[in-house]
């Protein structure tokens, strides 16, 4: 569904609305037709679909006193939007968002809300991109967190929106940066070797792994070599 924000006319609007699909990016506003994606059911799609299953399952699974506790714990948890507007979640889903940032790190889920901490730091640069050595230094991760490394395979050097290409590579600790990590072995293991010249793009998502909150993506792009 999508959002729309009135004032003397419609100043913002995000979302589908029948065909069409409404956004915004640093250019403005723009909307597209809306495509329907195939449906292959990949590994990574099952996982992310049985993900859902399964914390929604644990939800149904809690006492009426967790579900209570959950419920009462939304106000500290509010979210802002894709209009930029303050917004509540409900207990259960604020439940499911937390334990599948949690899930996406391999923590189990929480069956009681923490205290929340904020979403955590995530700012990093690329510190070598190549075949011998590919690895990023992060500048800003909160101490704690769990970091989701996300990357592309080799790209044409004209591309610059990677964002439907980032695939999951792996999951690291902050104590792996000493003092960049080094996510070549895992970007090999998913794509192989890194073609010289390429574009490739690479995104960071810090998780709290005690309140589930997690960052925004984070992405840069560099051409290999």
């Known amino acids: 569904m999508a959002k729309i924000k009135l004032g003397a006319f419609v100043t913002e609007i995000a979302g589908k609305v029948g065909g069409s699909i409404f956004s915004r990016n640093r250019g403005g506003a723009y909307v597209k037709n809306r495509v329907i994606p195939s449906n292959p059911k990949t590994p990574a799609q099952n996982a992310v679909r049985s993900a859902f299953g399964s914390i929604a399952q644990s939800w149904r699974s809690l006492t009426k006193g967790q579900r209570a506790a959950w419920n009462s714990a939304t106000a500290n948890y509010q979210i802002v939007d894709s209009l930029g507007d303050i917004r509540t979640l409900s207990g259960a889903q604020l439940f499911q968002q937390l334990n599948l940032n ?30 011998e050595d590919f690895s990023i230094e992060t500048t800003k991760i909160a101490d704690g967190s769990l970091i989701e490394v996300f990357a592309t395979p080799s790209l044409s050097p004209g591309v610059s929106n990677v964002s439907n290409q980032l695939r999951k590579i792996g999951v690291f600790t902050v104590q792996d940066v000493v003092p960049t990590l080094s996510i070549g072995e895992a970007y090999t293991a998913k794509f192989g070797d890194l073609v010289d010249g390429s574009t490739v793009g690479v995104s960071l998502r810090s998780v709290n792994s005690i309140t589930g909150e997690a960052s925004t993506k984070n992405t840069l792009t560099q051409l290999a070599g």
Request: net charge negative; glycine share 4%.
């Open 102 to 131: 949690l899930n996406a790190v391999d923590v189990r889920t929480l069956l009681s809300p923490a205290q929340p901490q904020g979403a955590p730091n995530n700012e990093f640069d690329i510190a070598s991109m190549t075949s």
